[in-house]
T-cell receptor, first 110, second 117 residues
Framework: GEDVEQSLFLSVREGDSSVINCTYT??????LYWYKQEPGAGLQLLTYIFSNMDMKQDQRLTVLLNKKDKHLSLRIADTQTGDSAIYFC??????????FGTGTRLKVLA | DTEVTQTPKHLVMGMTNKKSLKCEQH?????MYWYKQKAKKPPELMFVYSYEKLSINESVPSRFSPECPNSSLLNLHLHALQPEDSALYLC????????????????FGPGTRLTVL
């Protein structure tokens, strides 16, 4: 079956850039998503990228997609303590079904 | 407005209780979802309703019973749960569920934290 993998943990200093990586296996993916989950909360949609794009920028967020390598990344510029959370990438597999990555816990050090 | 609301925020129940979780959205979305999320894990899909009809049941035990009374509401009825069912239950909705379209972008509610004693 399809698999989506992420590194489990990332620690950065406040003001630095964070890069969260994701690899997926479904070559027919059309949209790929990034969600943020703060402790005890639901998933907040951050951004998504269409598979025919290489890059999408939205304020402090930059999404890079390498479709050949099936690699997706999320860059957060000027990382703040409020960015501390778990970040999930998600691929769409069939109608209605998201395949979530394992989640990357981002810790921002003041 | 991309808001999905869920009630209650927290629920503690015994194994013999019957309770219900509620989810509501007013975005005109026609697909609604229930997920279960254990600590430090990604959400796991339980059920999907599309146009108020059950489209997907991911082999969920019958002690979980979903209901979609109308296009804005989704309930999850709970009966005779086990302690291992303790988790965060997330509701989500999307415009539709058509693949290869951004109409399947899912918007999540804040979740209900369920504890089964």
């Amino acid at each position: 079956g399809e698999d989506v993998e992420q590194s489990l943990f990332l620690s950065v200093r406040e003001g630095d850039s964070s890069v969260i990586n994701c690899t997926y296996t479904d070559s027919s993916s059309t949209y790929l998503y990034w969600y943020k989950q703060e402790p005890g909360a639901g998933l907040q949609l951050l951004t998504y990228i269409f598979s025919n794009m290489d890059m999408k920028q939205d304020q402090r967020l930059t999404v890079l997609l390498n479709k050949k390598d099936k690699h997706l990344s999320l860059r957060i510029a000027d990382t703040q303590t409020g960015d501390s959370a778990i970040y999930f990438c998600a691929d769409v597999s069939g109608t209605y079904k998201y395949i979530f990555g394992t989640g990357t816990r981002l810790k921002v050090l003041a | 407005d991309t808001e999905v609301t869920q009630t209650p925020k927290h629920l503690v129940m015994g194994m013999t209780n019957k309770k219900s979780l509620k989810c509501e959205q007013h975005m005109g979305h026609r697909a609604m979802y229930w997920y279960k999320q254990k600590a430090k894990k990604p959400p796991e899909l339980m059920f999907v309703y599309s146009y108020e009809k059950l489209s997907i049941n991911e082999s969920v035990p019958s002690r979980f019973s979903p209901e979609c009374p109308n296009s804005s509401l989704l309930n999850l009825h709970l009966h005779a749960l086990q302690p291992e069912d303790s988790a965060l239950y997330l509701c989500a909705s999307s415009q539709e569920g058509v693949r290869q379209s951004n109409t399947d972008t899912q918007y999540f509610g804040p979740g209900t934290r369920l504890t089964v004693l």
